[in-house]
């Protein structure tokens, strides 16, 4: 079974541009999360979608960040325009609607704003 | 609300040692408590679960971990370490009543094993 697929693995922007990071969830995995990790911290929830729609976004900084979930596979998460502040690890994660328990994550995209 | 507190930023210990790595949470109800590790450069893996039942759970690499209700605490034991367990470990807790599915995360404790 293919893992969860996440590019690009490492962007390197300059404050105040735009950037997109791209998801591929386990096949069959309705739920689908979105984290930001920053250095020395554990992962925190940014949105989490249930099929193509929102479930949770309320740690999301909607006035830079936007994600969506069309056809209720692939996710892409936007962030436009970036601070200094937004350099973080950013993990996306799903889940089978018929388990309660464990998130499968993957290998997360690096981002560095300059 | 629910929380987990890992007080250990970093663990040492030499191969061959038993390793334990701290982790209490706190939550309203129940909780489903996970482990995950980190290794460089990659996204988090799943180690061991508790959900209800044994308090002794068993998971991947050797890991174990126990469940103590009134302490509020499930520590992540490994009887023998290897070099190769050297990563970044997080806790993770969600609350059993909630219908959200949303876990919360430990600040992480990175273990180093030395040879």
């Known amino acids: 079974e293919a893992g969860v697929a996440q590019s690009p693995r490492y962007k390197i922007i300059e404050k105040r541009q735009s950037v997109a990071f791209w998801c591929n969830p386990i096949?069959?995995?309705?739920?689908l999360y979105w984290y930001q990790q920053i250095l020395g911290q554990g992962p925190k929830l940014l949105i989490q979608?249930?099929?193509?729609?929102?479930?949770?976004d309320s740690q999301l900084p909607k006035d830079r960040f936007s994600a969506e979930r069309l056809k209720g596979v692939d996710s892409t998460l936007k962030i436009q325009p970036a601070k200094l502040e937004d350099s973080a690890v950013y993990l996306c994660?799903?889940?089978?609607?018929?388990?309660?328990?464990?998130?499968?994550f993957g290998p997360g995209t690096r981002l560095t704003v300059t | 609300a629910q929380s987990v507190a890992q007080p250990e930023d970093q663990v040492n210990v030499a191969e061959g040692n038993p390793l334990t790595v701290k982790c209490t949470y706190s939550v309203s109800g129940n909780p489903y408590l996970f482990w995950y590790v980190q290794y460089p450069n990659r996204g988090l893996q799943f180690l061991l679960k508790?959900?209800?039942?044994?308090?002794l759970v068993k998971g991947s690499y050797g890991f174990e971990a126990e469940f103590n209700k009134s302490q509020t605490s499930f520590h992540l034991k490994k009887p023998s370490a290897l070099v190769s367990d050297s990563a970044l470990y997080f806790c993770a807790v969600r609350d059993r009543g909630s219908n959200d599915y949303k876990l919360s995360f430990g600040a992480g404790t990175t273990v180093t094993v030395r040879a």
């Open positions: 508790y959900i209800t039942g044994d308090n």
């Open positions: 979608f249930q099929n193509n729609g929102v479930v949770d």
């Open positions: 994660a799903s889940r089978h609607q018929d388990s309660s328990y464990e998130q499968y």
């Open positions: 096949s069959g995995h309705a739920t």
